[in-house]
């Protein structure tokens, strides 16, 4: 989820600055902090960073240190125990703010679409690990789902288990997306490890597609590929989306963040990516350890502003910590993640 009010109040101030408008950098300050709200949003949950790929496009690869870890149920229950979906009529004025600010509308189907109308929703239960390696998924979903809370996850199809993935539908997962990098099996396992494959992954969802059929399930199917700016990406995408022409799914290209990771300075239409970063205001992330990382991409949990198993999330989110990040941004403060290895803008750079 994304701190949709927080995002529609600051939607002025922001273009103004996006559009090289000068403005005092202390007036700025209160007005943002003064549309952050009290309560925290989650952003995600990562339940395990535990992943049997080899992905080359993913730190985790070659450079994540942290341990292996998979959150205990006990304290998943007790964050989820603090969270509020949004509702019905704020979501109602979020998309009249997305169509009138960003000409989106609720049946399009893109990258920037999922980030508008999915994402801001929806608790992501992935980090730097593969959910469906995570035996107690089904009983996440269960759990949030009884609090009303939407959720959804990326996973790799490699994994799939059909009797496991049906027990989590059945549990009320709203949205689960297979990454999938080629129709060719060979290439594919070029990009995210030997222990990937098209064939078999292909399978094994046109197998779900028919269950959740004929059962009626609610979870959307997306199928997303990464663009890794090679000279045949068109041509794999249109291949994708050929062989998932007339099913029902929701397919997408999208742009690869952490383009620093390979020294990439491709060009992204992600408004995700062209906007400055604005999740030290609206949203929370928790690791699989239970600490609070300063975003999802922080995948060696590098800044650390505190503990869930210790700590409420209102507590976290409101503390000393929290505010030196924010103050961090403002000031592009050199030496941090977020200066140094990050794609996003700060916002200090646009004063």
């Not at 007005?31 to 535990?50: D, G, H, M, Q, W």
Request: aromatic share 12%; charged share 30%; net charge negative.
């Amino acid at each position: 989820m994304i701190d949709i009010n927080f995002y529609m109040k600051v939607f002025d101030v922001k273009t103004k600055m996006m559009s090289g408008e000068k403005m005092d950098k202390e007036y700025v300050l209160a007005e943002i902090e003064s549309f952050r709200s009290k309560e925290p949003v989650l952003y995600n949950l990562e339940t395990t960073n535990a992943c049997n790929m080899r992905c080359k496009m993913c730190p985790r690869t070659t450079m994540m240190t942290r341990k292996i870890e998979t959150m205990n149920l006990e304290l998943f229950e007790k964050i989820a125990d603090q969270l509020r979906p949004f509702s019905k009529e704020e979501w109602q004025t979020w998309e009249s703010f997305v169509k009138k600010n960003y000409h989106i509308v609720p049946q399009d189907m893109s990258e920037n679409h999922f980030f508008l109308y999915v994402i801001p929703r929806v608790v992501v239960l992935h980090g730097y690990g593969d959910p469906l390696l995570d035996k107690e998924m089904p009983q996440r979903v269960k759990i949030l789902n009884a609090r009303g809370v939407p959720c959804y996850f990326s996973c790799n199809p490699a994994n799939i288990n059909i009797d496991k993935t049906v027990e989590i539908f059945e549990n009320g997962l709203d949205y689960i997306k297979y990454s999938i990098e080629s129709v060719d099996d060979l290439r594919h396992k070029e990009i995210r490890g030997k222990a990937s494959n098209f064939t078999e992954s292909y399978k094994k969802i046109m197998e779900l597609l028919e269950l959740k059929k004929q059962h009626g399930y609610k979870t959307k199917i997306v199928i997303t590929m990464l663009n890794l700016d090679t000279p045949e990406q068109k041509k794999e995408f249109e291949s994708l989306r050929e062989a998932f022409s007339g099913k029902d799914v929701y397919v997408y290209l999208k742009s690869q963040d952490q383009k620093w990771y390979e020294d990439k300075q491709q060009p992204t239409q992600s408004i995700h990516w062209t906007e400055f970063c604005q999740f030290p205001w609206s949203s929370m992330t928790i690791k699989s350890n239970g600490e609070a990382a300063m975003c999802v991409e922080d995948f060696d949990n590098e800044i650390i502003l505190g503990d869930a198993r210790e700590e409420s999330l209102y507590d976290i989110w409101n503390g000393a910590k929290y505010r030196k990040l924010r103050q961090d941004h403002f000031d592009s403060t050199l030496g941090i993640k977020c200066s140094e290895q990050c794609d996003m803008k700060l916002i200090g750079g646009l004063l």
